[in-house]
């Protein structure tokens, strides 16, 4: 399923089950959950650049009883939007919109 997700986010579909990811401010950083043998796993990617879909963290949720993300995961995810951006204007050109 997360696969799927990911080839409908590139032909610009947003996936049904696709949701902004807090603390980014708007739609710019999704996550979609998929749950698999009793334990729920997380993408996180990015559509904020045109042409692009970076996917900037994919893991195991561990805690059962919260759904904040832990702050480990959203560092993590908050430095590879970072890189992306990077990224995007060295390779591409372009600014972010």
Known sequence: ???R???D?????R???ARPLRGFGGAS???ITEDFRRDTYRLVYTVSFPGA???LHAFKKKSKRAAKTPRREMDLV???YRAAERHF????GGDRP
Do not use: C, I, K
């Open 78 to 80: 908050r430095d590879r």
């Open 53 to 55: 879909v970076y996917v």
């Open 9 to 13: 986010t590139q032909f610009g579909d």
């Open 5 to 7: 997700a990911l080839l």
């Open 15 to 17: 996936p049904a089950d």
């Open 89 to 92: 204007r060295e390779h591409e």
């Open 29 to 31: 950083v999704l996550e």
């Open 1 to 3: 399923m997360l696969g």
